[in-house]
């Protein structure tokens, strides 16, 4: 009793029914507009019910009420990742993506205190090898301005004391 087909149900009797678009959508305006497509799903905060299948919710014609998102850039100013304050644009510092998608991460001041925690969490020897490895590659002019940097700290230290 070999037989190619395998098919149980050749008549199809008590198959699931594919819901229309307009169905769903009629579903979808019934709820709140703080619902996402995984509140649908039951995966998310705010329903924990499963009404709707991920194959459903990812059909492009349906139309969720709220995608959740939250700005971080409006009237010229973008907000800092670390004190999340709104600031001007200038008090960013410059890299190459964020006018692109103006999603900078710190302002200046937190970047400073990230970098200044930074060092401080380091081991001295290995500070000594963080800073020997960029300062090996250095030209002439920036030793010289280094140098003077070092020259100015040092006499400003001398008279602070």
């Known amino acids: 009793m070999n037989k190619k087909d395998q098919n149980r149900n050749p008549k199809g009797n008590n198959q699931w029914e594919l819901r229309t678009d ?5 579903i979808i ?11 649908f799903r039951g995966e998310g905060k705010n329903n924990k019910t499963k009404i709707l299948t991920r194959k459903e919710t ?3 014609n349906l139309v969720f009420k709220n995608k959740v ?3 971080k850039f409006e009237n010229n100013k973008l907000q800092c990742s670390i004190c999340r304050v709104f600031k001007p644009l200038e008090e960013f510092p ?4 964020g006018w692109k998608n103006k ?3 710190n302002c200046s001041e937190c970047d400073i205190d990230r970098n200044f925690n930074f060092l401080n969490n380091m081991s001295t020897n290995k500070r000594k090898k ?8 250095l030209t002439e002019e920036q030793l010289e301005s280094k140098r003077d940097r070092q020259k100015k700290w040092y ?5 602070n004391n």
């Open 29 to 39: 305006d019934s709820k709140p507009s703080s619902w996402t497509k995984k509140d």
């Open 94 to 97: 410059n890299d190459a993506h």
């Open 130 to 137: 963080f800073y020997k490895n960029i300062y090996e590659n």
């Open 103 to 105: 999603k900078r991460r």
């Open 22 to 26: 307009e169905e769903l959508q009629k």
């Open 69 to 71: 998102h939250r700005k």
């Open 58 to 60: 990812e059909r492009e």
């Open 155 to 159: 006499y400003e230290q001398k008279d």
